[in-house]
Nanobody
Framework: QVQLVESGGGLVQAGGSLRVSCAAS????????IAWFRQAPGKERDFVAT???????YYAASVKDRFTISRDNAKNTVSLQMNSLKPEDTAVYYC?????????????????WGQGTQVTVSS
């Protein structure tokens, strides 16, 4: 079973950038599809981005062209580079792993989750 730990969250001003990372242990991360989800206070957890086992990527419309998901197999990590951040990007960001092939945006496709990292964007 893979374990996931997120890091890199913090406080940033609107328009700034932040990089959050998801470190895997126990298994090789290249064997998993990895996704980022986020949950703002009082809201449901929503899909942000995913990278498939073969390296394909897909983004939510709200972050497309601002966020980039990438995989570093040598470090066994997946990162989410977030640029041009907006106050509405404020949320707890979770990474999740699934054994499916292809690109999945549904939480049900992912069976291992990290504990989350807080990202706060001030206006």
């Amino acid at each position: 079973q893979v374990q996931l730990v997120e890091s890199g969250g913090g406080l940033v001003q609107a328009g700034g950038s932040l990089r959050v990372s998801c470190a895997a242990s126990g298994r090789t991360i290249s064997n998993y599809a990895i996704a980022w989800f986020r949950q703002a206070p009082g809201k449901e957890r929503d899909f942000v981005a995913t990278i498939s086992r073969s390296g394909g990527t897909y983004y939510a419309a709200s972050v497309k062209d601002r966020f980039t998901i990438s995989r570093d197999n040598a470090k066994n990590t997946v990162s989410l580079q977030m640029n041009s951040l907006k106050p509405e990007d404020t949320a707890v960001y979770y990474c999740a792993a699934g054994t499916h092939y292809g690109l999945g945006t549904s939480q049900s496709r992912y069976d291992t989750w990290g504990q989350g990292t807080q990202v706060t964007v001030s206006s």
